[in-house]
């Protein structure tokens, strides 16, 4: 079972029109959407012994008319009025498959959302076609055996496990709301907890130092793209998803604009080295994306996830490094620098503090401990 956003025809977007008598407005074949041509006629709708059915089929943002007993398409065009006075709609029938009630859904995301969204639930439709059940026929049972499998046989972490759930509870819930199954069946699953200790190792303030220098050394866009991840705790995808025209100046500061989850925007201050940096590596550039590859393209993941891998062992950290532990490190080393919780969640764009204090790698530092504070008061 596969999902394909591309689909441009997929059975998730018809919905059948039924007339009674009532006058549709008129259409105009759609040219290269099917075989009509412009001397074609648009077939009565006044027979009320027989019902005539059409199918709305949306195609990238422009809805057709399907006349699935001609075999034509017309175009509808945005401007035309369909609501319920003019142009009753019968019951729309539940689409065919999953991938429809899937691919409905996603669209209510976009960018890394929905292709994370994509992979987990391609990845249970998978699950689901090899032990012979329909995503849209899976009980409780189902979903309970399905994370029992995450954890036993992929020996996914309990993280993993919550998210993947998670995304699998959004997509019932709307399909429960469309009343195209009966219940959720994820509703009362028991999901497993999630520590409030990330398991990201994170840096300390010497393999910071030691991670920066090496990226000078690298050259200028190692040194730009490392002081935006570690001293501005951006996600790798709103660093490498700026433009060079996001970088501005506003009250004295020289900021970058970033998207940051879910398409907010954020305006991202620059400490002075990390401007400088950035200057340095564009050299006059004024347009394209900020981080480019040497062929003059965007940045991608892969290749920021490359190189700070390749600087992690040019700073002899032995352990592997991710480009998110740079922001774990920005978290806990904000936090010890004297910086609220509150500053640094807002700096982070966590819309719960919670979160933060999880990405807190000193918390449980017992040096810190409050029975210290206690002994030398009384």
């Known amino acids: 079972m596969r999902l394909d956003l591309s689909s441009r025809n997929s059975s998730l977007f018809r919905n059948r029109l039924h007339s009674g008598g009532v006058a549709f407005p008129s259409f105009a074949p759609t040219s290269g959407c099917g075989n009509a041509s412009a001397n074609s006629q648009f077939p009565t709708f006044d027979q009320r012994d027989s019902v005539h059915r059409c199918t709305l089929v949306i195609v990238a943002v422009r809805p057709c008319l399907f006349d699935t007993q001609h075999n034509l398409h017309y175009d509808v065009g945005m401007s035309t009025d369909l609501s319920p006075s003019r142009t009753p709609i019968g ?131 190692s040194h730009a793209l490392v002081l935006l991840l570690a001293l501005n705790g951006l996600r790798v995808s709103e660093a490498i998803g700026a433009a060079v025209d996001d970088l501005s100046v506003e009250r004295g500061h020289r900021v970058l604009y970033v998207t940051r989850k879910g398409g907010t925007k954020a305006t991202v201050p620059l400490a002075p080295r990390t401007a400088e940096a950035l200057d340095a590596y564009l050299a006059g550039r004024t347009s394209g994306p900020l981080f480019v590859t040497s062929t003059g393209r965007a940045m991608d993941r892969v290749a920021a996830f490359r190189l700070i891998r390749r600087l992690a062992k040019s700073a002899c950290i032995a352990r592997p490094i991710h480009p998110h532990d740079l922001r774990h490190a920005f978290v806990t080393l904000s936090l010890d620098a004297g910086a609220s919780l509150r500053d640094v969640q807002d700096a982070a764009g966590h819309a719960d503090p919670r979160t933060t204090r999880r990405y807190d790698r000193a918390r449980h530092n017992l040096d810190k401990h409050p029975t210290y504070a206690l002994a030398g008061l009384v």
Do not use: W
């Open 91 to 221: 019951p729309a029938p539940a689409p065919q498959s999953a991938d429809d009630v899937a691919l409905a859904f996603l669209l209510g995301y976009s960018g890394n959302t929905r292709a994370a969204y994509l992979a987990d639930l391609r990845g249970f439709f998978s699950f689901c076609e090899a032990h012979g059940c329909d995503p849209l026929q899976a009980t409780r049972a189902h979903i309970d055996l399905y994370a029992r499998y995450l954890d036993e046989h992929e020996h996914r972490s309990s993280a993993t496990v919550a998210r993947k759930l998670s995304v699998l509870a959004g997509f019932y819930r709307y399909a429960t709301n469309e009343e195209l199954i009966i219940r959720n069946p994820v509703a009362l699953v028991r999901r497993p907890k999630v520590g409030s200790v990330s398991t990201s190792t994170g840096l300390d303030i010497v393999e910071m130092t030691a991670l920066i220098t090496a990226a000078q050394d690298a050259g200028p866009r």
